[in-house]
């Protein structure tokens, strides 16, 4: 018999706060994130001069001591801070039970500053300079190991590495490792920090990033007709899911309980979807399916919504695909549209958003969201949060490759 699992702590630092409080209260204000890099003398000659960074971040001031610090990748920061928020709010005891709490923190990239540093060492000044911390302070598993250590957490342990999937793969694969005995808790989300020269270019070369440098608070605006690309961001989200009754039993505090797990692969191409979503389909319906959930019970979908032409589009008919007639009414949101999109931290800050949805009745906005394109006629929530009782919840999360992971949350 399937275990029940829960949330019973959450944790995120991103471009709208380096809290989940400060973050949810600029998200449901429509403040956006996103302005011009702050050191664009690093990026010259770019198309895009634009970010969602987390501004003004001090890892000493956010609980790390410097020398750990000084030997983690900007993305392991994020992970090691947010992660100590979502456990001291979830008030879980890990070393009273620590071989059956667990980890997974997935990354779309990992520690490209890292590689990016160490490279131009070794390039100018030779190998004796390079760091012996060069390896553990890159290698996109870090995050999941390190957190660890910190909370002792000596259960089920992995990275999920999907790109812009990773963060929600890693929220259901842990549910499953509860849901079926193999540990009682698990700290569980993404991170991402790939707001650096090669990251940039990278995705500039590949023409996929909004140029709107001069007015950057309306250059993510996903599902507007005047969409040009999305907005590279970064952060973290964590969240502690916990078996029901073991969450009960100390008198956790329950946002929601997580229900639905859904996964596929598109099988198409590297980094297009196919015509109609059918990938997605797939996804959503295999997560409805694992939930025991009907279309038309769903309350919220908090969309992947990246602000690129092609994703908006086939997003937006594979939802129409699957939930029919009801489509139309059911609220769909992009909160990419304010913090940019975190690549393999984003499905993990929004699994933080869907989570306080359900416990708040609040959902944010689509911001930017001015002009309808023929076709695309959802119910995007422009521009103003709304107050609704959501009862269930969904996330989608696509990435490169064709990676395709769905969450479902119902209110306890």
């Known amino acids: ?79 090691m801070v947010a992660s100590k928020e979502a456990v001291a709010d979830s008030g879980l005891d890990i070393a009273a039970e620590s071989e059956r709490v667990g980890v997974i923190i997935g990354s779309g990239i990992g520690g490209i500053d890292i590689l990016e540093k160490q490279a131009r060492t070794l390039i100018e000044e030779g190998v004796r300079r390079i760091s012996p911390f060069t390896v553990p302070m890159m290698i996109t598993n870090m995050a999941a ?156 979908i908090n969309a992947h919504g990246t602000s690129t032409e092609l994703n908006d589009r086939e997003e937006t008919r594979a939802i129409k695909t699957l939930f029919g007639d009801y489509a139309k009414k059911v609220p769909v949101s992009s909160t990419k549209s304010m913090m940019g999109h975190l690549l393999g931290a984003a499905g993990a800050v929004e699994g933080v958003i869907i989570s306080k949805t359900i416990e708040t009745g609040q959902i944010p906005p689509t911001i930017n969201y001015e002009t309808q394109e023929e076709g695309m006629d959802l119910d995007y929530v422009p521009n103003k949060a709304r107050t609704v009782a959501v009862k269930i919840a969904m996330s989608n999360s696509f990435g490169f490759g064709g990676h395709n992971a769905v969450i479902v949350m119902k209110k306890l």
């Open 145 to 300: 190991g390190l957190v660890a250590i910190d909370h002792k957490a000596k259960g089920p342990n992995a990275c999920t590495v999907t790109a812009c999937a990773s963060g929600t793969h890693s929220i259901g694969d842990a549910f499953r490792l509860i849901s079926r005995g193999d540990a009682i808790a698990m700290i569980a989300g993404g991170a991402e920090s790939a707001i650096t020269p090669l990251g940039i270019a990278g995705f500039c070369a590949a023409k996929t990033l909004s140029t709107r440098n001069d007015d950057p608070q309306k250059a993510s605006r996903p599902f507007d007709k005047a969409r040009e690309g999305f907005v590279m961001g970064e952060g973290a989200g964590i969240l502690i899911l916990e078996e029901l009754e073991h969450a009960r039993a100390r008198g956790a505090k329950i946002y929601a309980e997580m229900v639905g797990y859904g996964l596929s692969g598109d099988a198409y191409h590297m980094t297009a979807p196919p015509e109609g979503g059918e990938g997605a389909v797939r996804a959503m319906r295999m997560a409805l399916n694992d939930a025991g959930i009907e279309p038309k019970d769903v309350d919220y």
């Open 1 to 79: 018999m399937k275990k029940r699992v829960v949330v019973t702590g959450l944790g995120t630092i991103n471009p709208t706060g380096k809290s989940v409080r400060e973050s949810w209260q600029n998200l449901i204000a429509g403040k956006s994130g996103i302005g011009r890099m702050t050191r664009e003398e690093l990026f010259p000659d770019f198309s895009a001069l634009i970010a969602g960074e987390v501004r003004n971040f001090d890892p000493e001031q956010m609980g790390l001591s410097a020398k750990d610090a000084r030997r983690m990748a900007r993305f392991i920061q994020f992970a």
